[in-house]
């Protein structure tokens, strides 16, 4: 199954080069590209692309307020947004994952990468870079006083382990090695967790162990 992609970025160079790298993969094909972010939502929805790889700084509308009106569309809700900017601040990297981003990386990352990053959000997978990333979720996105989701009365235990071990900002193969189960078996707890909590990806799973208060 190829995955269709959509590029975000006011620079038409970077646009051209990030099409070419993504179309020379088989499993991976661009569809559309945006020169701002009211460009982005309405290719987005004519489109219905897997993937949007949004930049922040765009001319009129942002990638952020972009971002956030493809995340608040259901028909919209198969589309993942994947921030790609040279502008990594704590707040931008807070407000994108608030706005509903699946993943945000930087500019400076290698070409294998963005591919991989591509499928890993297409995937519903989290793309939350390592210690910086955890740190800036549990600055921003914790609150004082953590409002525990009601949906986690629905966990099991199991779950419930799995769910604090991602939001700690381990991937399925390291889940999977230090509880002994299988990397389809993580997959299927981290399914269902985010089933039973609503969440639309794993970086919004993350996001809710935070808030109520499962990390503290």
């Known amino acids: 199954m190829t995955t269709r992609v959509l590029l975000a970025d006011d620079q038409a160079l970077l646009r051209g080069t990030f099409r070419l790298l993504i179309d020379s993969c088989a499993d ?16 987005a929805r004519r489109h ?4 949007i790889v949004m930049d922040i700084r765009m001319p009129g509308t942002d990638g952020l307020r972009a971002t956030e009106a493809v995340c608040a569309d259901p028909a919209l809700a198969g589309t993942r947004v994947l921030i790609l900017t040279t502008f990594e601040s704590e707040e931008h990297v807070a407000r994108a994952l608030r706005a509903g981003a699946s ?3 930087g500019k400076y990352v290698t070409t294998d990468a963005l591919l991989e990053a591509i499928r890993t959000v297409a995937a519903g997978e989290r793309l939350l ?24 009365r629905e966990l ?4 419930l382990e799995v769910l604090r071990m991602a ?3 381990r991937s399925n193969e ?3 090695a230090a509880l002994h189960l299988s990397v ?8 269902r967790a985010m089933t039973k909590l609503a969440a639309r990806d794993r970086a919004q799973l993350v996001v809710i162990a935070y808030q109520s208060g499962l990390m503290a």
């Open 103 to 105: 993943g945000f990386l």
């Open 184 to 191: 389809f078996t993580v997959r299927t707890h981290v399914q």
């Open 129 to 152: 870079s390592p210690g910086a990333t955890r740190a800036l979720i549990e600055r921003f996105l914790a609150t004082p006083a953590p409002v525990p989701h009601p949906g986690l």
């Open 167 to 169: 939001a700690e900002g």
């Open 48 to 51: 219905r692309p897997d993937v």
């Open 156 to 159: 099991t235990n199991r779950e």
């Open 28 to 43: 991976l094909e661009v569809v559309a590209e945006a020169a701002d972010g009211a460009q982005a939502v309405d290719l």
């Open 174 to 176: 390291e889940i999977a």
